[in-house]
């Protein structure tokens, strides 16, 4: 196996590792509007640090966790409606992004990679930063799993059981925008929520438990992955595009196939 494409197979698998367990949350929560704002503002993290001449990722890291806080602290004011505050914060990062692009005439961004993947191009590097950040969300996520868990059935009742209700948001919309800032390389801005919310949309169905279906949709993100290296590698079509394309397979084929419920 060539190298380019182990590193794509394992850069891939740890963004699916990672992706799972949150995308069940995301899924639950119906945040997935979230996701793209988050997401867009990754563009204008990449051009910051070609700025201020850092990594790209730290750049889209940072930028990604200033925006969940600033979403978080937006959330508290009752004015605005969370997604009139996501398509506020989701545009203007991304126009930003745009017109700072200009103004960097000497410095060459790879706008397509950015915006739909290159998980062909993965660099040892870029796996550092794609498993590092990936087992660190993980592992904060299971320590917040049970508190988030009783956030997510009923708010109201598990602020009165004494569940600290805003840092347990804040925490949560940081780990996703940490895990979309480094799994950005695997398939871009523009489709990186997809991995998120297909894997575990498509697990919801045959999972009994909770911890089943954030380990289900690990794996469904594993397959897609997969699929979609050796389709982009068959029939020589985009490797981020086509493994979206074979997440939405597999969820249309968990729809064609009777869950545990009914069976």
Request: aromatic share 8%; charged share 10%.
């Amino acid at each position: 196996m060539d190298d380019f494409l182990l590193r794509a197979l394992l850069g891939g698998f740890g963004v699916a590792l990672a992706a799972g367990p949150l995308g069940t949350f995301v899924v639950w929560r119906r945040m997935a509007y979230f996701g793209d704002a988050l997401a867009h503002s990754g563009l204008l993290g990449v051009l910051l640090g070609a700025m201020l001449r850092v990594n790209p990722q730290l750049g889209v890291i940072l930028t990604c966790l200033l925006v969940a806080l600033a979403l978080a602290l937006l959330q508290r004011q009752r004015n605005l409606a969370t997604d009139t505050l996501l398509g506020i914060l989701a545009h203007t990062a991304l126009s930003l992004g745009l017109v700072a692009l200009a103004f960097l005439e000497t410095v060459r961004v790879d706008l397509v990679g950015y915006l739909f993947g290159d998980i062909l191009a993965i660099t040892p590097v870029d796996l550092y930063w794609i498993w590092g950040g990936g087992l660190l969300a993980l592992s904060v996520l299971a320590g917040l799993w049970r508190p988030l868990l009783a956030l997510t059935v009923h708010e109201d009742l598990a602020r009165v059981e004494g569940v600290a209700v805003f840092p347990i948001r804040l925490a949560f919309m940081l780990l996703i925008a940490l895990v979309i800032a480094v799994a950005m390389k695997v398939v871009g801005i523009l489709l990186i929520t997809s991995l998120l919310i297909i894997p575990a949309a498509a697990a919801r169905r045959f999972a009994r438990s909770p911890e089943g279906m954030a380990a289900l949709a690990s794996l469904v993100g594993g397959a897609a992955v997969g699929l979609g290296l050796w389709a982009s590698l068959r029939w020589d079509t985009p490797a981020g595009p086509s493994v979206v394309v074979a997440a939405t397979a597999l969820f249309a084929l968990s729809l064609a196939t009777p869950s545990r419920s009914r069976r």
